[in-house]
């Protein structure tokens, strides 16, 4: 989409009739919406006022459109987009050019927002109740402990850090590392901290409700971790962070590694290769290999003659045959019905639990159009490459249309099995008050990138079985949990003060000379995505096609393809015959980062490589840790504590009553005519 497009008015037309109630109750919310935008307003007062305009309408509102249709408009008002009824009486929208967007100004609106989405959770009566819970007394070995046992007391460490800071060079180095003393505890369900009793689950979760936005699972792989301080009694919690299955498509990080077709082509045409055609040949016959069949050819939809040649012919019932069977996913699958199939019964055969997900409607759908991208990739291979290949045929199958089709479609399945074992996003990352002031996220961010946290994760997935290539195969499929590169984003735009010249030399845990541990910066997102629309609006746009003549066709079951949630929205937005394209542009542009921690990063992630070369030693991953904690002593501590404002600001965290700590959990106070008189009086 170009600029100009983007900063245009584009008219808004739900499919209301004409002389309605609800077209007139969409003008008269534009122009309301209009006049408050006129107004200037911002913060939680500017939000309030956007509820209270949208419940005028939508309080006895049963129009599935209409509801759909104002929310959507007060979430684009939300983003500061003008609207207008024009002298037609039509409402238009135009997005806030990205020059006039104070930049500053802009980070404490995101921010504002997201403090908005996190104080509604909290007023919930089951995060309240375990807020309070955590933070209740209760005897463990003797000694009365809460969730305040592991935060640690500015006043104390500042006084510390003063003392510390009173000597020079080395010795400096050495007391501070008596005052702060850094190590990794992974998070699981089932362990308990072995000071305080608590659940190391409910320690992580409650220090991750002081974080600007909400607090929400997320789907597929997840490894969450604290950073503890050994240096303290109870040993008291720096900061948390944890890791996630990466989002699939990102264009900066595809380019930077490689991924990007073109940039692949491009790579290939300059450097045709033997090893380039063995790769192509290996990745399509693993691909066929990892298909279940069975039923096909019990139905017979092709015969092992077809695998072995096949024909434009076979390929075009496959094709009919898979997208028949798309649809009757959409049309007949129940949300309830496909999540409680993918549970397995651990007494019962686990090849017979994949040979029923296989055969569902939706992986007969994925297996056949599958089936056609690789025999189609076969057939064209085996007419300009001989075996074994060689550079010159490599380089005749690239000049050729179909050759280069080919070569995409195989390059999108090589990262399609790499992308989700291979890879994490940092999905948290970040230090505690009172840790936070002395670049206490530097160390946690480095930390999530260490040997250690990389053992973890390949450990705790060491016998995974892929729910995707499991349920394609009919039969377990474990790919190896090799983690080489982790990627995250800045909140804002503006860049992360966090990762920013965040780099160790590699060789200070294992690594080769001259190498470095670091947090690129990769470029900026195409401010694409979901996050400007309020869950209010991804109700309404659900019920919205849920109601339509296709019924539900979204049913956030894993394998149905990349985020249910875009889907979802576009579906409602289409229903709603919006431009979906112009309003799934957010504008919040964030700064792309990645961390890749192999030497052959491109080969590997492409199964070019059968072993990573990690930049740094896996032998020894807790001196790694150690060794991490020391650089981030040398390179960031000892100089951060030469300022009186710093440490000054350390020691306003108290855990006196009544308490004043950033690491506390603050309660938004709820409207309802209780009396809240104890309610600082917990600890």
Known sequence: MSRQ??????????????????????????????????????????????????????????????????????????????????????????????????????KARIRAQELIKRDEQLREPAARRFIKGMEQKSFHNGNLVSIYSVIRDGRELAEALRA???????DRVRALRKVINPYLQFVDGAEYCEHTGLRLQDIWRYFRHTWTNQYTATPGRSMAFLIRDRAREYHPVIGIGSLGSPI?????????????????????????????GIWLHKTVETAIGEIYLDDFFEEELLSPLDLRTPTPEVLRYLSAFGENQREL?????????????????????????????????????????????????????????????????????????????????????????????????????GSVAPYNLILGGKLVSMLAASPEVVTAYRNKYLEQESEIASSMAGRPIIRRSELVFLGTTSLY????????????????????????????????????????????????????VQQSSNGQRVNSIFGEGVSPKLRKIRDGLDALKLPTDVLLQHGRQRIVYGVPVVRNLREFLLGMDDEPEYCFDMNEPERSTEEIGRWWTERWLRNRIESDDVLARVEQHTLVRPIRHGARVVLPNIDDGQATLFEDFTY
Not at 164 to 170: D, N, S, V
Not at 259 to 276: C, I, N, R
Request: proline residues 3%.
């Open 5 to 106: 497009a983007q900063n245009n008015w584009v008219v808004l037309s739900p499919p209301l009739p004409e002389r309605s109630h609800a077209k007139k109750a969409f003008r008269a919310h534009a122009a309301s919406l209009s006049k408050l935008l006129s107004e200037e307003g911002d913060g939680e007062n500017f939000d309030e006022a956007l509820k209270r305009l949208l419940r005028v309408y939508t309080e006895d509102e049963h129009d599935a459109a209409l509801r759909a249709a104002l929310c959507v408009l007060t979430d684009l008002a939300r983003q500061r987009w003008s609207i207008r009824v024009n002298e037609e009486r039509g409402v238009e929208v135009k997005r806030p050019a990205e020059n006039q967007l104070d930049p500053l100004r802009e």
């Open 164 to 170: 510390a800071r009173a000597l020079k060079g080395e």
């Open 248 to 276: 699939v498509q990102i264009r900066e990080r595809d380019a930077w590694i490689g991924w990007q077709p073109e940039a692949f082509l491009e790579f290939a045409s300059e450097s045709p290769s033997a090893e380039l």
């Open 329 to 429: 996913h959409h049309r007949l699958a129940s949300s309830k019905d496909l999540k409680r199939s993918t549970k397995r019964d651990d007494t019962g055969s686990t090849d017979a639990h994949w040979k029923a997900r296989a055969r569902t409607h939706l992986y007969r759908s994925k297996r056949a159009l599958s089936l056609v991208d690789m025999l189609r990739s076969r057939m064209v291979l085996q007419q300009h490459l001989s075996s074994p290949p060689t550079a010159e045929e490599v380089r005749a199958l690239l000049d050729t249309s179909d050759g280069r089709r080919i070569v995409k479609n195989i390059l999108r399945k090589a990262k399609a099995d790499r992308v989700g074992i291979a890879m994490a996003d940092i999905t948290v990352c």
């Open 493 to 544: 735009g503006i860049g992360s003060s966090q990762y920013n010249r965040l780099r160790m030399p590699a060789e200070r845990i294992g690594g080769k000379k001259g190498e470095q541990l670091a947090f690129l910066e990769l470029g900026k997102s195409d401010a694409y995505g979901t996050s400007q629309f309020s869950s209010d609006t991804v109700r309404a746009l659900v019920s919205l």
